[in-house]
């Protein structure tokens, strides 16, 4: 297939942006800053200046446009978030762009009937319109209740802070209370060895393919994606559908819907082809150098007279806390759930290649900081950027690149770094302290679906009351703790930020051994538990790993959804930890930049993998009653996987996310805080710091999601001025790390060099 107009722009940048500056020795200065300007301009115009866009779903009937929508009104709060959804959307569609997606020819079945009737009225709703036939002219709110019961109503509406399975909506003048029903049918299916019926349901999606020679549509099953091969529907079957109006239709009218899938987003390709182009140029300096990167972390070249503020293991642990966080719990979990155990895999590779990557900004951190009078350092990508590139004659260059990290990366800390950990966490202890009413309502939510079935209207409203009582109870605890929590989380982060890195470093010293050990105890439990089902398992993770199963775009759909995962979590290219290790007591920047190597390699390699393999183990990534009919993902889901295997494993769990998520706050909010210090200078840090506290009382009573969202997006757009520059910086840190290993006297074994006299 050929590639559209935005790969091919992102193969320009990537070509042109990357490998030329690394192997094109014989180009000055000023030539590469021409060749380089060429293929980011060509690559800019083929990226945003065509966008590709998908049609939107419309239902096929026509005379349910005279129904128009009328939501709540926002509060002050949803007012904010609604604009910057607006902003994530613009950023999400060129960092989050995906390229080398393919095309697949899909249908959706629709089956739906409107009932209405006057907004504020008791009265029974009146049909309105429908895709199909109906055969009920109105509903009762009992009758309701029970389609309700069953599944068969599409979401309802909050109002005034009530639940109701109707929505607000306006034909013309008139104002209405609508319920959509969702309806179904048998129809015949043709897949092979089978006779039994296939029951769709409205919103079914069948794939366009083909089998034995003939056209069919196979069912697409609720898990991962995934074909259902026992679900066909025939030409001639899909035919009568449309005939019926039982299709949804695009924009141009047509019922066969082409839709794009897998692909990897440019915010991805972007770290992972750092990440290779690294390894490779440092002849794998992530195996070769290993053990020595070990013997500094134990202290073996620790002197306390070398300039610095704390040893290279505080540095090295307060680096991680910001790295390990909720990302190793829950985004694991979600990588499981979505791309199965062959993300485990590119999990693992995507981990071995950002620890060169992590090697060259560290390495760079600590060369270019700048130590105050008082003994405090500022380092980091704010730093080398600028300078850096300015010993290149790039120093315009390194000037847009350096503010442009600087300020993401304050952004950043408010929210992935502070508001959305907290929010999290708290979330995470609240629902341990909830387990017993959740267990009551799953009981009870059962009991309602078999009374709907039996048609027991009595029964059905007599549980939905309790069901209502609970929810009241646990919004109320809810209501009460996110405060409590705030104050609390607030507080503790304040006496730690206000004392600096010498606290954040002593603070991580203790907290994120503490805290690892705690978790991979969990973890090592259930893998030992079902020790004997782990050969099988890696068996399986290889063979998913490239598995063309129709997954998000086969093998490329696995990979991308593993090498994302590891990607947003050990942060490598992103800039950050460089900020934490250019504090190091040490006059050797590239020892450091050895020490920090070892970060992608604890953080993914190990802690995540720990998380895969429980999940994997336990088959919460494979389980339909946790994931579709509970409804639990992420950090939910692997606490309800460890529940399965040792009941008190929650609250052990519980208080491991709690401390992931604080070590993430406070090293956020020292990289913050260097990054407001460039900006405007020594004497306004305290007010990032108050700012900083408040944002985690914020981030625990407040549910701005978009707002969240977008400093979110800085985190992982910091990853753009940052590797750009270390491509440029790359050949400099060659160069020093051979000058090391000479006066160090025993290089570990290289690559021959005779490789390198053709790279810069």
Not at 155 to 183: C, K, W, Y
Not at 497 to 504: F, Q
Not at 533 to 545: D, K, R, T
Request: glycine share 10%.
């Amino acid at each position: 297939m050929p590639l559209s107009r935005h790969e091919l722009a992102v193969s320009a940048l990537a070509v042109g942006g990357g490998f030329p500056i690394l192997f094109r020795l014989q180009s000055t200065g000023s030539e590469l800053m021409s060749r380089w300007h060429w293929w980011t301009g060509m690559a800019l115009i083929m990226l945003l200046g065509c966008p590709e866009w998908q049609p939107a779903i419309r239902a096929a009937d026509p005379s349910l446009e005279k129904l128009i929508a009328q939501p709540a009104p926002l509060s002050v709060t949803e007012r904010i978030d609604q604009q910057f959804a607006r902003v994530v959307d613009v950023i999400e569609g060129v960092m989050f762009r995906r390229l080398f997606q393919t095309e697949r020819s899909s249908i959706i079945y629709s089956h739906q009937a409107d009932y209405v009737r006057d907004r504020g009225t008791t009265g029974p709703f009146v049909f309105y319109s429908s895709t199909a036939p109906v055969t009920d002219s109105s509903l009762t709110d009992q009758q309701v209740l029970l389609l309700s019961a069953r599944g068969e109503l599409a979401p309802g509406q909050t109002i005034d802070g009530q639940s109701q399975p109707f929505r607000h909506m306006r034909a013309e003048e008139r104002l209405l209370e609508v319920v959509t029903v969702r309806r179904g049918e048998e129809l015949p299916n043709v897949a092979a060895d089978t006779t039994t019926p296939l029951k769709v349901m409205d919103g079914a999606r069948f794939v366009q393919t083909t089998r034995d020679g003939k056209t069919v549509y196979v069912l697409v099953g609720p898990m991962r994606g995934l074909l259902d091969e026992t679900q066909w529907l025939s030409q001639t079957t899909v035919d009568e559908l449309a005939q019926k109006g039982r299709l949804a239709t695009g924009d141009d009218g047509r019922t066969l819907l082409i839709e794009k899938q897998g692909g990897i987003p440019i915010v991805v390709l972007w770290l992972a082809v750092g990440g290779v182009v690294a390894t490779l140029y440092f002849g794998f300096l992530n195996i070769r150098a290993f053990p020595h990167a070990i013997a500094c972390v134990g202290g073996k070249y620790d002197d306390p007279r070398e300039p610095g503020e704390v040893n290279h293991f505080q540095a090295l642990s307060s680096a991680l806390s910001g790295t390990v966080g909720l990302g190793n719990i829950a985004g694991v979990t979600i990588a499981m759930t979505s791309g199965g155990p062959g993300a485990f895999f590119w999990m693992m590779m995507s981990g071995f290649l950002g620890m060169s990557l992590k090697f060259v900004e560290c390495s760079l951190a600590v060369k270019y900081r700048q130590i105050h009078a008082d003994g405090s350092v500022l380092g980091g990508p704010m730093r080398y950027l600028s300078l850096g590139l300015a010993k290149r004659n790039l120093g315009p260059l390194g000037k847009v690149l350096a503010v442009a990290f600087t300020f993401m990366c304050i952004l950043g800390s408010f929210g992935g770094g502070n508001m959305i950990q907290v929010n999290q966490s708290s979330a995470a202890l609240l629902q341990v302290l909830e387990q017993a009413d959740h267990d009551r309502l799953q009981v009870i939510q059962k009991e309602i679906k078999e009374a709907a079935d039996r048609g027991d209207e009595a029964a059905v409203a007599a549980r939905m009351g309790e069901k209502k009582g609970i929810e009241e109870s646990l919004s109320n605890l809810e209501a009460k703790f996110k405060p409590i929590y705030g104050v609390v989380m607030a507080a503790m982060v304040a006496v730690v930020i206000l004392g600096g890195i010498r606290r954040i470093g002593k603070a991580a010293e203790i907290m994120v051994p503490g805290m690892c050990v705690i978790y991979l105890l969990i973890c090592g439990w259930v893998v030992l538990r079902h020790i004997t089902e782990v050969p099988a398992l890696f068996g399986l993770i290889f063979s998913e790993a490239f598995s063309p199963q129709a997954i998000h775009g086969g093998v490329l759909g696995v990979l991308v959804i593993g090498v994302q995962r590891a990607v947003f979590s050990n942060e490598a290219g992103a800039g950050s930890a460089p900020i934490a290790h250019s504090a190091a007591k040490t006059n050797e920047p590239i020892r450091e930049g050895l020490v920090a190597l070892l970060e992608p390699f604890i953080d993914t390699i190990v802690i995540c993998s720990a998380t895969a393999l429980a999940m994997l183990i336990c088959g919460a990534w494979n389980n339909p009653v946790w994931s579709l009919d509970q409804g639990l993902q992420g950090a939910a889901l692997t606490s309800r996987a460890f529940r399965e295997e040792v009941s008190w494993f929650p609250y052990v769990l519980s208080f491991a996310v709690m401390l992931f998520a604080y070590s993430t706050i406070i090293s956020w909010a020292y990289y913050g805080e260097r990054c407001w210090e460039t900006l405007f200078g020594r004497r306004s840090t305290p007010l990032y710091k108050l700012l900083c506290v408040l944002a985690v009382f914020v981030g625990a009573v407040s549910n701005l999601k978009s707002v969240l969202n977008f400093s979110d997006m800085m985190i992982l757009g910091m990853a753009f001025p940052n590797v750009l520059g270390l491509y440029f910086l790359m050949p400099e840190v060659r160069a020093d790390l051979k000058s090391y290993w000479k006066r160090l006297g025993s290089p570990p074994p290289s690559p021959d060099d005779s490789a390198e006299s053709t790279a810069v």
